[in-house]
C-alpha cells in the first residue's frame, strides 16, 4: 500500500510539472497555428480558417490508391483497374493543394520537424486501417546527397511517431536510395517510372527482417506512386508478404488521368 501511495504521489507531481511546464511554454512562446501566426488554444493546433481550409481524404475513396471518388459504386478507380501497382493500398490524411502545402512544405525543406507530431497524428486516423495489419514500418529512404542537404529526413520522422503510436516495429536504415534521381514533379508517369527504376535497395543486414512480414512504407508526399512503387519491388523481392503506403498528403490525380504509376 504504501509503494502504491508512493507511485501515486510521484504521479501526481509529474503531472502538476507537465502542467506548469506547458503554463511556462505558453507564456514566454504563445501557441500559434501551425500554418500560419493566428494566436491558437494550444500548441500544435491549427486555426479554425487553416482547419477548415485543408482537404481531408475521407470515404469514398479508392481501396488502391486511396484517392477520393466522385460515388461509393466501385471499390478501385479507373486508373488502378488499367495500371496494377506492386503495393497492395496507399492512404493520406490531405489532399496536397495549396492549404497543404503551407504545412508540408515548411516541413520538407524548412527545418521543421516539430511539425512531425501533429503531421502524423492526421496520418494515424486516416491510416489506422494499414497500421492495424502493419508487421513493420519503413520510411522512403532520402539518397546520402539530399538527406546531407536537408538534415533529416522527413519520413523517418513520421515512421518513428507512427511506429510508436501503433507498438509497431521500425527499421530507418533497412530500405536505401542507391541512386540519386531528379525531382519528379515534372515528370510524366512513364518518366517518373524509369527515374526510380532499380534506385531502391535493402541494407543487407537488415534484409533477412523483411521476409514474411507486411510492410507499411512512410512518405510524406504520395505523388504518382512511382517511388512507393519502386521500393515495393524491393520489398516484395525480399520476400515481404504485402506492402502498403502511408503518406501525411496525396496529389490529386489529373483530371480524366488514367495513368497512375
Not at 501515486?8 to 511554454?25: C, K, N, P, Y
Not at 483497374?81 to 516541413?107: G, K, M, Q, S, V
Amino acid at each position: 500500500m504504501k509503494s502504491r501511495a508512493t507511485g501515486m504521489r510521484i504521479s501526481a507531481v509529474t503531472d502538476l510539472w507537465r502542467r506548469l511546464g506547458g503554463s511556462l511554454l505558453d507564456a514566454a512562446l504563445p501557441p500559434h497555428c501551425l500554418t500560419c501566426e493566428a494566436a491558437v488554444s494550444a500548441h500544435g493546433t491549427f486555426c479554425v480558417d487553416c482547419f477548415r481550409g485543408l482537404t481531408f481524404i475521407t470515404a469514398p475513396l479508392c481501396d488502391g490508391c486511396g484517392l477520393p471518388m466522385p460515388y461509393a459504386g466501385r471499390s478501385r478507380c479507373e486508373a488502378c483497374e488499367a495500371n496494377p501497382r506492386h503495393f497492395a493500398a496507399a492512404r493520406a490524411a490531405w489532399l496536397y493543394d495549396d492549404a497543404c502545402r503551407r504545412l508540408i512544405l515548411p516541413f520538407k525543406h524548412g527545418d521543421r520537424g516539430a511539425l512531425a507530431g501533429p503531421i502524423a497524428q492526421q496520418m494515424a486516423r486516416a491510416g489506422a486501417g494499414l497500421l492495424a495489419r502493419a508487421e513493420l514500418l519503413l520510411p522512403v529512404p532520402l539518397h546520402p546527397s539530399r538527406l546531407r542537404a536537408r538534415r533529416y529526413n522527413q519520413a523517418a520522422l513520421l515512421a518513428r511517431l507512427l511506429a510508436r503510436a501503433a507498438g509497431r516495429p521500425w527499421l530507418p536504415d533497412t530500405l536505401r536510395r542507391v541512386r540519386a534521381t531528379p525531382a519528379l514533379g515534372e515528370l510524366s508517369a512513364a518518366e517518373r517510372r524509369a527515374a526510380v527504376a532499380n534506385a531502391f535497395a535493402l541494407a543487407p543486414r537488415h534484409a533477412g527482417r523483411i521476409a514474411g512480414r507486411r510492410v507499411l512504407l512512410i512518405d510524406d508526399v504520395l505523388t504518382s506512386g512511382a517511388t512507393a512503387d519502386a521500393c515495393a519491388v524491393v520489398l516484395l523481392a525480399a520476400g515481404a508478404t504485402g506492402v502498403d503506403v502511408l503518406a501525411a498528403a496525396r496529389v490529386p490525380a489529373p483530371r480524366n488521368a488514367l495513368t497512375f504509376s
